[in-house]
């Protein structure tokens, strides 16, 4: 007697041969490209980070340098207004504090010296700024003890002109590091800028 279509044992042989005719897993050349995409999604992945950190890291260090050099030209610019107020805070004086009377410097240096005399001829103090490490530095004789005025200091030169010296500060972002190759640590490059200062030496009437 043969088995009608509807036999529930002719069911079970046909579910128990789709099931033995599959296959699971991943065959070895398939884990190869896998692996290979993955890779390459990687390689990609990277370079987008690279390509959006380093304009934001270039923003960052030249804003630094920019900044930096403002301190520093506002410190210059209230010691060579002609004036010091002889507290030793380093703020622009008036026509009744100490009064610029030293010279000019007439060779080229790592410092800046500036003379102050009192109105009536006494009391004189001495003000210097120079380069310490990575940092500019302004100093007041008698008065406070130095005080860095701006960072990321590379060099500091003063040179002598017709009408004052010739102020040039170099700044570098991040620091200076010691070693064979000073130009910058890390994966993105160090950022530099030059900043000159032309000083109008003031000058006095004759009393």
């Known amino acids: 007697m043969r088995a009608q279509s509807g036999d529930p044992a002719m069911h079970i042989k046909r579910k128990q041969a789709g099931a033995g005719g599959g296959r699971g897993g991943f065959t070895i050349a398939e884990m190869v490209v896998a692996t290979l995409l993955s890779g390459l999604l990687a390689l990609l992945l990277a370079g987008a980070v690279a390509a959006f950190a380093r304009p934001a890291a270039e923003v960052d260090g030249r804003t630094r340098l920019a900044l930096e050099a403002s301190l520093a030209a506002e410190a210059l610019a209230r010691d060579l207004g002609g004036y010091l107020t002889p507290d ?5 004086g008036s026509l009744e504090d100490c009064r610029l009377t030293g010279s000019p410097p007439a060779v080229a240096g790592p410092a800046l010296t500036l ?34 005025v701006a960072r990321h200091v590379a060099g ?36 530099r800028g030059v900043y000159v200062f032309h000083v109008q030496w003031p000058t006095w009437p004759e009393s």
């Open 88 to 92: 030793g805070g380093g703020s622009r």
């Open 115 to 148: 003379t102050f005399s009192g109105v009536d001829g006494v009391g004189q103090y001495t003000v210097t700024y120079q380069q310490a490490g990575t940092e500019l530095v302004r100093s007041q004789t008698p008065g406070a003890g130095p005080v860095a």
């Open 156 to 191: 500091f030169l003063v040179e002598p002109e017709a009408a004052g010296p010739k102020v040039t500060l170099t700044l570098q972002h991040p620091d200076p590091g010691p070693g064979p190759n000073p130009q910058g640590r890390g994966p993105f490059p160090s950022f």
